[in-house]
């Protein structure tokens, strides 16, 4: 349902930018939407429907807010440039399912955010075009709490996307793509021309769907200890997976005693850290950790 008064026409964007006083903080990561086509395109990856709520990070001046509020039951916005706080109480003021945080999302607490706004919805999703100086914090944050999530639909940047949902193998993969996977499976939505923001990002930009598994999908007996293994073995990524948790783990003597971990997680030492899949990272930590290598 295209109105022409839409927030995110660019004529009515730079009207409000320009009667409020508006100017862009690059520091911010403030690249504003002004294609109907790529909203309605990230809202319908969402699936949301009157039952479900959203979560926006970084409103901005509402253009995204405004097709939520259209489809959702009830969205939270979080914005951390109090600037844009007058013009989003302006622009949402016919959405009483709207409500907007002034914060930075990185320290707001979201379980109570949670509580306080999604107790009666059945499912909540994250969609946002985010700030890209902070997508893989807030990301992770999000995935890390634990939050009951069904989807994550986020416009990154094009070349953390393609890392995000990289499998083994491939130049991409790496410890993101594992952190990632291990919490939700990622598929690209699509990539998105520079001439739908304002200003325009000097970045490839892509959407990305993140749908929050119910756990893992490999049994892991210390996520803390996994994610150190994942870490270690892309240290460098031109080095074996041996020389590199040799590094980490065996600073000293040990390389023999290693050789043979990786053997016992049935490993070769030769392999780099981007041939191994999430199973076989899951089963090198738990024979590392058996032999109380941490
Ligand atoms: N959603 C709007 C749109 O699509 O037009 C704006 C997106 S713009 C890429 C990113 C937004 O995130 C900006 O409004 C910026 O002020 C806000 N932002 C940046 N860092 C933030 C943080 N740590 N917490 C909350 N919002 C943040």
């Given at each position: 349902m295209t109105r022409i008064d839409d927030i995110s026409t660019p004529r009515r964007t730079k009207e409000i930018i320009q009667r409020h006083g508006f100017s862009f903080k690059k520091s911010l990561g403030q690249n504003f939407l002004i294609d109907q086509n790529i909203?309605?395109?990230?809202?319908?990856?969402?699936?949301?429907?009157?039952?479900?709520?959203?979560?926006?990070?970084?409103?901005?001046?509402?253009?995204?807010?405004?097709?939520l509020a259209q489809t959702a039951n009830r969205v939270t916005a979080v914005e951390i440039d109090q600037r844009l706080i007058p013009i989003l109480q302006e622009v949402l003021e016919p959405y009483p399912n709207v409500s907007v945080h002034h914060g930075d999302v990185l320290k707001v607490d979201l379980h109570e955010l949670f509580r306080n706004y999604f107790s009666g919805v059945s499912k909540v999703s994250v969609v946002a075009n985010l700030p890209y100086y902070?997508?893989?914090?807030?990301?992770?944050?999000l995935l890390e709490?634990?939050?009951?999530?069904?989807?994550?639909?986020?416009?990154?940047?094009?070349?953390?996307?393609?890392?995000?949902?990289?499998?083994?193998?491939?130049?991409?993969?790496?410890?993101?793509?594992?952190?990632?996977?291990?919490?939700?499976?990622p598929k690209l939505v699509c990539t998105v021309p520079h001439t739908v923001f304002i200003p325009q990002p000097n970045v490839e930009s892509a959407v990305i769907r993140l749908k929050v598994r119910d756990k893992p999908p490999v049994e892991v007996d210390d996520e803390k200890h996994f994610f150190e293994v994942v870490h270690a073995s892309f240290a460098q990524r031109r080095k074996t997976i041996a020389n590199n948790l040799k590094s980490?783990?065996?600073?000293?003597?040990?390389?023999?005693?290693?050789?043979?971990?990786?053997?016992?997680?049935?490993?070769?030492?030769s392999r780099r850290g981007e041939t191994l899949s999430i199973e076989e990272y899951a089963r090198l930590s738990s024979v590392l950790l058996r032999a109380g290598v941490r």
């Amino acid at each position: 349902m295209t109105r022409i008064d839409d927030i995110s026409t660019p004529r009515r964007t730079k009207e409000i930018i320009q009667r409020h006083g508006f100017s862009f903080k690059k520091s911010l990561g403030q690249n504003f939407l002004i294609d109907q086509n790529i909203l309605f395109k990230i809202v319908e990856a969402a699936d949301l429907d009157k039952e479900k709520g959203a979560l926006e990070i970084g409103p901005g001046i509402g253009a995204l807010t405004e097709k939520l509020a259209q489809t959702a039951n009830r969205v939270t916005a979080v914005e951390i440039d109090q600037r844009l706080i007058p013009i989003l109480q302006e622009v949402l003021e016919p959405y009483p399912n709207v409500s907007v945080h002034h914060g930075d999302v990185l320290k707001v607490d979201l379980h109570e955010l949670f509580r306080n706004y999604f107790s009666g919805v059945s499912k909540v999703s994250v969609v946002a075009n985010l700030p890209y100086y902070v997508t893989t914090p807030i990301l992770m944050k999000l995935l890390e709490e634990k939050l009951p999530l069904e989807n994550i639909v986020v416009m990154i940047q094009k070349e953390v996307a393609v890392r995000m949902a990289a499998s083994p193998g491939s130049k991409d993969y790496g410890s993101l793509s594992i952190a990632v996977q291990y919490y939700s499976e990622p598929k690209l939505v699509c990539t998105v021309p520079h001439t739908v923001f304002i200003p325009q990002p000097n970045v490839e930009s892509a959407v990305i769907r993140l749908k929050v598994r119910d756990k893992p999908p490999v049994e892991v007996d210390d996520e803390k200890h996994f994610f150190e293994v994942v870490h270690a073995s892309f240290a460098q990524r031109r080095k074996t997976i041996a020389n590199n948790l040799k590094s980490r783990f065996f600073p000293g003597e040990g390389r023999e005693r290693l050789e043979q971990l990786l053997q016992e997680a049935e490993i070769e030492p030769s392999r780099r850290g981007e041939t191994l899949s999430i199973e076989e990272y899951a089963r090198l930590s738990s024979v590392l950790l058996r032999a109380g290598v941490r």
